[in-house]
């Protein structure tokens, strides 16, 4: 196994375990997501009306558009007059408490984690310092929760806050994530010069 092999693979474990922790101080610590994760007015209520109509789990956007039918008409006056929205449901239920749930989770951390590292050894000859590292890691994060999570109101018109909230979630996904990973992948470690810290005390700029 190489440098490099062992390298990406130990910033991608650290990362994920990294990540596992931003998640639950972000998601359960966090007083952010309550500021715009409502809970439903009458939930029993509510939860009756889908367990009574059997709906099956899926994605449901009201009002319903079905195939050949032409966005005008009643649909074209039902979205002029609203409400509008989609409902994702789980009828099945889960444990959240289940330890193959955080299993998958840092598997998928790892994944992600191993493919972000694997972009920064592609570009690490214009990137010599940590500094620098780290804020392509972020930037990177940024960029894609520009065009994923605001993709959402833009098209579907779901509230702001909701996207605004993911999208921080993910810029500070990034950010932890580079932290590590601008570290494990030092180039000087990668060559076997030794490497850690003095890096980030290089002068910054392209190889």
């Known amino acids: 196994m190489t440098a490099q092999q062992k390298w990406l693979i130990w910033?991608?474990?650290?990362?994920?375990v990294a990540l596992m922790i931003w998640g639950y101080l972000?998601?359960?610590?966090?007083?952010?997501?309550?500021?715009?994760?409502?809970?439903?007015?009458?939930?029993?209520?509510?939860?009756?009306?889908?367990r009574d109509t059997q709906l099956v789990t899926g994605v449901y956007s009201f009002p319903g558009?079905?195939?050949?039918?032409?966005?005008?008409?009643?649909?074209?006056?039902?979205?002029?007059?609203g409400p509008v929205g989609q409902i994702f449901i789980r009828r099945e239920g889960y444990n959240p408490l289940n330890p193959l749930h955080y299993i998958a989770e840092l598997l998928h951390f790892f994944v992600y984690s191993a493919a972000v590292g694997a972009i920064l050894l592609w570009v690490r000859p214009r990137l010599p310092t940590y500094p620098l590292r780290l804020g392509f890691v972020t930037a990177l994060s940024a960029?894609?929760?520009?065009?994923?999570?605001?993709?959402?109101?833009?098209?579907?018109?779901?509230?702001?806050?909701f996207h605004a909230l993911t999208a921080l979630y993910n810029v500070g996904s990034g950010l932890v994530s580079g932290l590590v990973l601008a570290w494990a992948l030092d180039p000087k470690r990668l060559e076997g010069r030794g490497g850690g810290e003095s890096d980030l005390e290089d002068e910054a700029g392209p190889a």
Do not use: N, R
């Open 11 to 16: 910033g991608a474990g650290l990362s994920a």
């Open 26 to 50: 972000f998601w359960s610590v966090s007083p952010l997501p309550f500021s715009v994760l409502k809970p439903l007015p009458d939930e029993e209520a509510v939860l009756k009306v889908i």
């Open 65 to 81: 558009l079905v195939e050949s039918q032409g966005m005008d008409g009643a649909y074209f006056e039902k979205t002029k007059t």
């Open 143 to 161: 960029v894609s929760a520009l065009g994923l999570d605001f993709s959402g109101p833009l098209w579907w018109h779901h509230a702001w806050g």
